[in-house]
């Protein structure tokens, strides 16, 4: 019942940026936390970033200074700016939203991945 769609991920060179976007449609009460993982080959889903919707943030250590998370919560849209991109940032980033339905039934939603590349 809630969708999550992602765009942004491409291919660049190391000390690059990207910025992700991941906007949330359906049957949408709330949204509490928005966030960002990541999964590169043969590795878990790690958390990257999260952000509540009062703009509370956390961050994985190995993206601190970097990455930036930020929400247009008029939009259920959130947005991950990374900068000096390494490339061992390299994975497969995807988004996820926690939040109530319409219905009041929680939800924990996720996008379908987006690609990003960091070439050395």
């Known amino acids: 019942q809630v969708q999550l769609v992602e765009s942004g991920g491409g291919l660049v060179q190391a000390g690059g940026s990207l910025r992700l976007s991941c906007a949330a449609s359906g049957s949408i009460f709330s949204i509490n936390t928005m966030g960002w993982y990541r999964q590169a080959p043969g590795k878990q889903r790690e958390l990257v970033a999260t952000?509540?919707?009062?703009?509370?943030?956390e961050y994985a250590d190995s993206v601190k200074g970097r990455f930036r998370a930020a929400r247009d919560n008029a939009k259920n849209t959130v947005y991950l700016q990374m900068d000096n991109l390494k490339p061992e940032d390299t994975a497969v980033y995807y988004c996820n939203a926690n939040g109530l339905t319409t219905r009041w039934v929680p939800f924990s939603s996720w996008g379908q991945g987006t690609q990003v590349t960091v070439s050395s």
């Open positions: 952000i509540t919707s009062s703009d509370n943030s």
